[in-house]
């Protein structure tokens, strides 16, 4: 009899091991999927991006990129471990090495493989949890982008024709939201205005807490009660009835004499959405009750019945019919808690409008721009230029494409560049003159960086002269913008010509000038107040600035401490509206003692990293735990079943 209990015993446990481990890895295995493709590189630079959509995170180890026929194995390059987050991009790099050179500023999970050649024009690729065809998590024919990235506009739409995939119309957004992104999930929203004021003080809506549906062509014979595909498709339906993301596109708050002000709304889902008791506040309290219904991908534009937007700044608050805020944007003045990442104010008659149409990175100064001309119900194609004064000044047009879902704006700083020794100005071309402060490949494959005056040029090839830092040259190209940036783009390296060698130095500054000297090379010195990972923050006693280490300029800052003084030169950048001091290498950081300490300020030369290592178990549990189920269960057969006689069997 114990023969048979031990039986019974070791067998539930090692199923019961067996499920709860498959329901670990199967969990996730469909949440992995392809979202840009940059088979557009040149060979050895090739990359694709992938996106965890689920709740959970996934282990990659062991996956297996499948192309040509092949699988292509994958090892980490860069990150702790394998595991993609709930959320978080990754890269499999044909080259991770090259990969880490074009785009230094990717600071996520980068994973290295190797295959021949991605077709432009289109291939059947595959993602695959083992070497198994059966495997499969996803699979597809990706449309031809020879020129630049082919992106997926919805992570959570399995289609795979032009509907859900496009080329991205001027680069790439690998480790980024896809330019063209819209969002079929739930949306998750708190009150954006730190107010008690009765309109704003609203329940904040629930959270999302399940993984948005995915689209199968697999079908389902089974009960809907317990049937996958049924659950999911009465989620989507419960989803697309409550919970669809609708954006502020467009307003005009200073309307021509006559005119009236209005408020245009962006519907980004492939469904029509019904805006019957949805309603549009301000600073102060509703100035809209709306109605109708908003076409899927369309417009749909109110106009206010009285003044109600103040031309000095105000917040603009949409709400569905159940109260939850759906969108929200302030601008100019209005104080929401944080002025600094308002949107403009629009002129006289003017608008301001999205980017890009409907995509919302909640930073409302990098998301909208100012229109010449309001583009209601239509896109946002609209640009504004800033006129030259009387020297020779350089206008600030942004390099967009003029296409649906691309507003071309002008929302740059103020800061003017005087362009001297300038051979020719021909609306945004020019010829300029300059000195290298940073050579091509530091700071970016694609750039680098000219002081006097202070610029980044930019070449879409990568390719250059030979150049050397100090030398005086002169560049022919296109002025552009990118992150506040001035940049000339050239077309080919004989846009550069080389005159002669020239001495220069960084300008001394404290940090709150920084702002003052985009694009520059400057030096300033404080206190280390925090590190974190690439970065480090210094306080010179008036402000604080943050130094970013970038991967290609090889520096390395680990043993930099807390108290630290340290004087840092480098180029002044702007990331996510915050400016920055990019280091060109180890001997732009030097450092002093530490509070309490004595020592002489060093060039930083040689530091030694570490890295917390992952035990295997803890990485490979799962497969780990099934063997020591069986041997338990083995001996604990061995132990008590041979102890049972024939006569306790029987009983």
């Known amino acids: 009899m114990k023969y048979k209990k031990m039986k019974v015993i070791w067998l539930a446990i090692f199923s019961l091991t067996a499920i709860i481990c498959f329901s670990a890895v199967k969990a996730t295995t469909t949440d992995i999927i392809i979202n840009e493709i940059g088979a557009f590189e040149p060979s050895d630079h090739e990359w694709i991006e992938i996106f965890n959509r689920g709740e959970d995170p996934a282990d990659l180890s062991g996956w297996k ?46 994973i290295d493989s190797a295959w021949s050649v991605l077709n432009s024009d289109g291939e059947q690729i595959e993602l695959r949890v083992s070497s198994s065809a059966s495997s499969t998590a996803e699979s597809f024919m990706y449309l031809a982008s020879p020129d630049f990235s082919l992106e997926r506009k919805d992570p959570w739409l399995n289609d795979y024709t032009s509907l859900n995939w496009q080329p991205h119309l001027s680069s790439s957004t690998p480790g980024m939201v ?58 989507a339906s419960a989803i697309l009835e409550t919970s669809l993301k609708v954006t502020i596109n467009e307003f005009t708050s200073d309307p021509l004499t006559g005119a009236k002000e209005w408020i245009e709304l962006y519907n980004t889902n492939n469904v029509p959405v019904d805006l019957t008791s949805w309603k549009i506040f301000d600073g102060v309290g509703k100035i809209a009750e709306l109605g109708g219904t908003i076409p899927s991908n369309g417009f749909l534009v109110f106009e206010l019945s009285s003044s109600k937007l103040n031309n000095s700044g105000d917040g603009i608050v949409l709400k569905d019919k159940n109260g939850n805020i759906m969108d929200s944007v302030s601008y100019g003045g209005w104080d929401d808690g ?8 629009p002129d006289k008659g003017g608008s301001v409008g999205r980017k890009v149409d409907g995509l919302d990175l909640d930073n409302d100064k990098n998301d909208f721009a100012l229109s010449l001309v309001p583009t209601k119900s239509q896109p946002n194609l609209a640009m504004v230029v800033e006129e030259a004064d009387e020297e020779e000044i350089v206008s600030d047009p942004v390099e967009a ?19 001297k020794k300038t051979t020719a100005v021909n609306d945004d071309k020019a010829t300029v003159q300059g000195i290298v402060s940073v050579l091509p490949g530091v700071l970016g494959a694609q750039i680098f960086y000219v002081t006097d005056p202070c610029f980044q040029v930019y070449s879409f090839r990568k390719e250059f002269p030979d150049l050397r830092v100090g030398d005086e040259i002169s560049v022919t190209g296109t002025w552009s913008e990118i992150q506040g940036e001035r940049r000339l783009k050239i077309s080919l390296k004989e846009d550069i010509k080389i005159l002669k060698k020239k ?15 985009p694009s520059c090379l400057v030096k300033v010195s404080g206190e280390v107040m925090e590190k974190k990972n690439s970065s480090i923050y210094l306080d010179d006693g008036f402000s604080e600035i943050e130094v970013f280490a970038k991967s290609s300029a090889g520096i390395k800052i680990s043993e930099i401490k807390e108290g630290n003084w340290l004087t840092v030169t480098g180029i002044v950048s702007t990331a996510s509206g915050k400016i ?23 060039p930083l030369i040689s530091i030694s990293t570490s890295t917390e290592i992952e035990t295997p178990v803890k990485k490979y549990w799962w497969l780990v735990i099934p063997p020591i189920s069986g041997i338990l269960g083995y001996f604990l057969w061995k132990k008590y079943g041979k102890r049972s006689s024939p006569e306790e069997d029987k009983n």
């Open 178 to 235: 896809n330019s063209n992104f819209i969002s079929s999930s739930t949306p998750t929203t708190t009150d954006p205005f730190n107010t008690s004021t009765p309109p704003f003080a609203t329940t904040t809506p629930p959270l999302a807490t399940s993984t948005p549906p995915v689209a199968t062509s697999t079908p389902c014979a089974c009960p809907v009660a317990t049937c996958p595909a049924a659950a999911s498709a009465l989620q």
């Open 580 to 602: 920055r001091i990019l280091p060109r290498s180890q001997e732009d950081m030097v450092v002093g003692a530490v509070k309490g300490e004595t020592a002489s300020p060093t």
């Open 503 to 517: 001495s220069f130095g960084p300008e001394e500054i404290a940090v709150t000038e920084a702002e003052q000297y």
């Open 338 to 345: 944080n002025i600094e990442d308002n949107a403009a104010i």
């Open 401 to 419: 494409v003029v296409e649906k879902n691309a507003v071309i704006a002008n929302d740059l700083p103020e800061t003017k560049i005087e362009i």
């Open 65 to 110: 990129f499948f192309e040509g026929g092949v699988n292509h194995g994958l090892s980490l390059f860069q990150g702790e471990n394998l595991v993609l987050a709930s959320g978080k991009y990754a890269i499999i790099a044909q080259n991770a090495n090259n990969f880490a050179l074009d785009y230094p500023d990717f600071s996520g999970l980068v």
